[in-house]
């Protein structure tokens, strides 16, 4: 998506407005409420391009579909925000908002209608909460082979036969979690560690290779996004996305890097960490060890884009993620924040503001809790970058129908 344009010293003003977020301590919310609509809300831009966010609500218009046409479509969903979302009124908020999104004469007609027509539902920064942390994320463009030899040495995996999940009260504990691991003499063991995926070469030669790629940091990237494009040396593309995990926890190795003294936090982005691996690649297996969850892939054929948590394909400068168990699935929220400016050589050198409707569509190991959003901005190079280096505090309110 293209930045707005600003007069150079209007820019340095925005710039200088826009610091770096402190760390921040993870906080339980008990429950959401609705925030009162104005002053920071007017005027209630948006930053985006109209089609992307029609093509967004469209595409969770089509996953609320199937929830309300299923058992129970007012049922609150999980959550704190669940007491005011379900599947069926999240749905009708949509559908109103794409109304008045189109039927509106102008801005001020627009402003009007939704703040009689919606509540604002807000999380609880003015009772003391922690401030929200945006980050961002991206589809990568990787070089590969659906065959090993030369410079393609690093496999990708796709979900393998001895992986074993146990879901909801299938286990003996019963607690609605899913239990992740293999079967070992009778007994159900956690699935291999990236160690020892990646380092012994546990699943190396039983037929689970999904593509080859050249690069291991490049394989690491993927593995932290998601879903990704390879480009095969026919010229052809194969893209893969999500099939599963090995059931372990995640760990970001670029806070393992701050606490062993590699740089300070302010510095931590993606473009950091990977200079880091760069210039010290004797180094790279150890780190990438540090994160023990692993991830299998699936190839996806005529997909608009990468797919989310919820089955539909991600929309660039649009779709979230969050974490389902407290923000609603597919629902429509205002999100408040700054956003990277970049140099020629895809560098930050300051920030100016984001404003946008936004779409909850996707999850992630990282995202747990209030505190986290992040924010898909595509596919490639440019959107990596932008990726990379979107680390800000933010304010998020999710729209609902009155």
């Excluded at 919310?29 to 209630?44: Q, S, T």
């Excluded at 990646?198 to 879903?227: M, T």
């Excluded at 100016?352 to 779409?359: C, G, K």
Aim: overall charge neutral; hydrophobic content about 35%.
């Amino acid at each position: 998506m293209p930045l707005k344009q600003f007069p150079g010293f209007i820019l340095l003003l925005v710039i200088l407005s826009c610091v770096p977020p402190p760390s921040k301590e993870p906080f339980h919310m008990e429950e959401p409420f609705p925030a009162r609509l104005g002053g920071e809300f007017f005027p209630l831009t948006d930053d985006g391009d109209k089609q992307s966010l029609l093509t967004a609500v469209d595409k969770s218009l089509g996953f609320l579909e199937k929830k309300i046409t299923g058992e129970n479509p007012s049922r609150p969903l999980p959550g704190p925000f669940g007491n005011f979302f379900t599947p069926e009124r999240t749905y009708r908020t949509l559908k109103l908002f794409r109304e008045i999104y189109l039927s509106s004469a102008d801005q001020s007609e627009m402003e009007t209608r939704m703040s009689e027509k919606f509540s604002f539902i807000g999380r609880p920064e003015e009772n003391g909460g922690p401030p929200l942390l945006l980050t961002g994320y991206y589809e990568p463009v990787l070089e590969g082979s659906l065959e090993p030899g030369g410079e393609y040495r690093h496999p990708i995996y796709r979900l393998p036969d001895d992986l074993i999940e146990i879901r909801n009260g299938d286990s003996k504990n019963g607690n609605g979690k899913k239990n992740i691991g293999r079967v070992e003499n009778g007994e159900l063991v956690p699935y291999y560690s990236r160690e020892e995926i990646d380092s012994r070469g546990a699943l190396l030669g039983k037929g689970f290779e999904l593509a080859w790629l050249k690069d291991s940091w490049e394989r690491f990237v993927l593995h932290i996004q998601g879903s990704g494009q390879i480009r095969l040396p026919d010229g052809k593309i194969l893209r893969v996305g999500f099939a599963g995990s090995n059931g372990r926890p995640y760990r970001g190795i670029g806070q393992y890097l701050v606490q062993i003294g590699c740089f300070p936090e302010q510095d931590l982005s993606l473009r950091r960490v990977r200079d880091f691996i760069r210039e010290n690649p004797e180094k790279a297996e150890e780190v990438f060890n540090q994160n023990e969850r692993y991830i299998f892939f699936r190839s996806i054929e005529n997909a608009e884009g990468p797919y989310g948590s919820l089955g539909v394909s991600l929309t660039a400068g649009r779709s979230i993620a969050t974490d389902h168990n407290v923000y609603p699935a597919g629902a429509l929220a205002y999100l408040i924040a700054c956003q990277p400016v970049l140099n020629g050589g895809g560098k930050s050198i300051g920030k100016v503001p984001l404003r946008r409707f936004v779409l909850n569509q996707d999850t992630g190991a990282a995202m747990k809790g209030i505190c986290r959003v992040d924010f898909f901005w595509g596919t490639g190079e440019k959107a990596g970058l932008m990726a990379g280096e979107l680390r800000d505090e933010g304010k998020i309110y999710f729209l609902l129908a009155k």
